[in-house]
């Protein structure tokens, strides 16, 4: 079954059982759904919780990135973990001012080191870009109840009261 496999890689083009490319050619593939390896070098937290996996010194020069949107972390996992690690990812390669990049939005995305990944704490916040929140005490939101005094008949009836 295997060879066969394999003979039909060679007979069609187009169809591939490579491994992933390196992320210095992802610009090469823009608009392909690719499989994209690499060492992430640190990650980023950007505004409003959105998380930037790095894979070079200087991410202004460099022609790729991985980008994870605050309400994708729930299904992704603690990014934070992948720094120092190689990664595969699959998706769709992206152009992002004149960069390439593709959006993690499932942990089923990675592979290689990243599949150790722990997932994010209940507690997690992304409003406050990994940090994490203990939650706010309140007060509790049942009333309080005082018993109005219930209205009494005069027990005197005045003697100019008529009786029938």
């Known amino acids: 079954m ?15 059982f490579a491994g992933c490319i390196p992320f210095a050619q992802a610009q090469k593939h823009i608009g392909e759904t ?17 998380h930037f996996l790095r894979f070079c010194e200087d991410a202004a020069s460099c022609s790729f990135s991985v980008v994870v949107f605050s309400d994708d972390l ?4 603690d ?3 992948l720094a120092g690690k190689t990664i595969e990812i699959r998706g ?41 929140s203990a939650g706010q005490s309140r007060a509790s939101k049942t009333r309080a109840t005082t018993k109005k005094p219930s209205a009494t008949l005069p027990i005197d009836v005045p003697e100019d009261a008529e009786q029938d």
Do not use: W
């Open 2 to 16: 295997i060879l066969k496999l394999a003979a039909l890689a060679f007979l069609i083009p187009g169809v591939s």
């Open 34 to 50: 690719q499989c994209v390896s690499g060492k992430v070098l640190r990650v980023e937290a950007g505004s409003q919780g959105t």
């Open 74 to 77: 729930k299904n992704v996992g």
């Open 79 to 81: 990014v934070g973990q």
């Open 92 to 132: 769709e390669v992206k152009d992002y001012d004149g960069s390439a990049e593709i959006i993690l939005q499932k942990a089923a995305q990675l592979k290689g080191d990243a599949l150790r990944m722990t997932p994010l704490p209940k507690a997690f916040d992304v409003e406050e870009r990994g940090h994490f």
